[in-house]
């Protein structure tokens, strides 16, 4: 799936190019250009205005140039939101919203797994059912074996690690193209789970994850105070990183962004953050009606139980999202990932490792993957192989598409992973409270499947039209 095009630059949160998306000739050049790890590099490639109208104008010639980042998918993603809000009341209830969170996590897990592959140009058919594979390895030694949880998670994860570095070796070494390798494992992996899950000590089958440390990453919400404490760091560390960068730039005599553009950004971020903590933070369960139970032969009236609070896991995937952003955009091994994946010869001729590459990213993805495994057993407190099938890969390549990394390799990032999810779990939430029925499914993998056509033709024609402005 690997083209010859030069890498494409990832972009940040403002559409700029990010650090260490230059290609590999840049990573191993000697001459004097500046290197690809240093703001100056980046500044350069950045086409930025001292107003906010030339600002404007910039963006918008960037955008007609085919560097449309995740706009389409957050377009799509208001849209999808405003329409089904109309057609379907229920879909914008508070119950359902922090039902969306928790439903969509397990894909987006593997869904950042992905990105590091397919920015590459290479493809993972396995990681769904890894994931299976990795959450029926912690649920046999929790049930079976009574393991603690942190030796049960470990062992998942680490379960992920060696399958990456299988597909992997495979891929790099033998030559074997990803797809065939991922293919075979895709079938081999769901035989195995279903071994795992009907042999050794303890339940077989669909296995309930007894663990209430497992159930509370999905199950548990977060204190009130706690998740305003959440709101206020991540405002406060995305204006600190701005600032940074502004700063840099300004001491160095480099265009910055207009402070009204910058004002913008930082409170849209606000504004969205606090809003979602608000809404999270109030009663959203169902039947908030109070109750009786008979104690000591009494009557006695129980008040409903309240469910508010954020979910617990909304810091995991904000703390990986942070993680990963952070090696894409600010390491070396990032640069390296972004200029093997857009020219694989030049890589390799500027002195770069692309056969470890191309295993690491695979080790990264299927550990990702043992994360969204667990994730999604967490979800509904038990792990069934069933749950691991087609729909879990199919969920988690369309939300890194959707988002915006490229099928070919060389362009995506990590907010690709969380945007996208959130558009395919709109969708499928939003269908199925919508279509009810016997076509209720069959509509859902419809509309999902014409919106990620879609994606993948904008991913396309973007590259067409930035190949032919010369970006």
Known sequence: MNDSSTPQAPLDAQGENAEGAHSANDAGSKTATPSPGSLEAVASTVPTGNSVSAYVTNYVQRLRGGEMGSLPAVTGL???????????????????????????????????????????????????FAAGVCATVMVRLMVGYHAPWPVSIGAAILTGVIIGF????LRAKVRIPSFVVTLAFFLAFQGVALYIANNGKGQKGDITITDPVVNGFEGNQMPVWAGWLLAILIVAGYAAVKLLAQNGRRTRGLNTEPLGVLAFKIGAVAVGT??????????????????????DGKLVKVAAAELLGVPWVVPII?????????VLSR????RHVYAVGGNEEAARRAGIPVDR????????????????GIMIGSNVQSVSVANYGGNTL???VGAAVIGGTSLFGGKGRMIDAVVGGAVVEVIYNGMSNLVKGTNSAAVQYIVTGVVLMLAAAVDALSRRRAGSSGL
């Not at 904000?318 to 952070?326: D, H, K, L, N």
Request: hydrophobic share 60%; net charge positive.
């Open 78 to 128: 208001v849209l999808l939101v405003i329409v089904f809000s109309i057609l379907q009341p229920t879909f914008k209830g508070l119950f359902n919203f922090g039902n969306m969170l928790t439903e969509g996590a397990g894909p987006i897990f593997i869904a950042m797994g992905l990105v590091f592959v397919l920015l590459l140009g290479e493809i993972d058919l396995s990681a769904g």
């Open 318 to 326: 904000i703390a990986f999202f942070v993680v990963w952003t952070f």
């Open 274 to 295: 606090f809003l979602a903590v608000y809404a999270l933070n109030k009663n959203r369960s169902i039947n908030q009606a109070a109750g009786f139970k008979t104690v």
């Open 394 to 396: 199919l969920l988690a």
């Open 166 to 169: 299988l597909i992997g070796f």
């Open 331 to 334: 390491t070396r091994y990032g």
């Open 357 to 372: 590459i191309r295993i690491s990213v695979f080790v990264l993805c299927s550990a990702m993957a043992a994360i969204g």
